[in-house]
């Protein structure tokens, strides 16, 4: 399996191209602002031509180039439903904040021409690849990831987490679309059952892995506790 990820954007989000290997058909996950140029690069380097693009929340920073890249390649999107609207309107899924530093400029989103939507369980194959699905809101309401064989002895899976997911923390529920309370149980349903030698390839930042989060992330350790709702403050989530 070929994996190349790149930081797109001004946030620094993690854009992954995911293929059999060089010549094959690939998947996009999660093209962020400024994160074409560097899908490009890739393909072109290894050969690949993209069918897919996946997108594991709607937030304007793991999207904003769904539209172009899908375009280009004649490639199908594919969301949770719970998100499909912020494909066309990513501003709803941000603060206000972030919302009026944004539109310091003029920015027009639409859908792509061909969008198809994920369920949770969903056993999603393309380009040679099998993706399970696993609905885990918290950070948006249709938040996911997307979890795939890998065939190396010390790993059994991938994980796409999106920003469910990082080395040391978890994503921010303070946003439109964001639950804390259901962040937590999408960590404990979604994470904490996961074997630890599943890599974890993360919507910012370094990969990591299960066995190393469920050990050494505050936010798991609280949920592993008798009151997992406990110590979390002050702690930091990340994402935008």
Known sequence: MLI??????PWGTNCYVAATGAGSECVVLDPGKDAAAGVAEVVREHRLKPVAVLVTHGHVDHMWCVAPVAGTYDATAWIHPADRHLLADPMSGLSPETSAMLLGGRY???EPDDVRELADGQELEVAGLRFVVDHAPGHTAGSVTFRSPYEREDVSEVMFSG???????IGRT???????????????????????????LPGHGEQT?????RA??????????????AGDAGRVTRGL
């Open 4 to 9: 190349a990820g790149f930081p797109a954007g």
């Open 108 to 110: 027009e989103f639409a």
């Open 163 to 169: 920003d469910l997911l990082f080395a040391g923390s």
């Open 174 to 200: 303070d946003l439109p679309g964001g639950d804390h309370p259901t962040m937590l149980r999408s960590l404990r349903d979604k994470v904490l059952t996961l074997p630890d030698d599943v890599v974890v």
């Open 209 to 213: 892995s299960i066995g190393r989060e």
């Open 216 to 229: 050494t992330n505050p936010f798991l350790l609280d949920l592993q506790s008798a009151d997992p709702s």
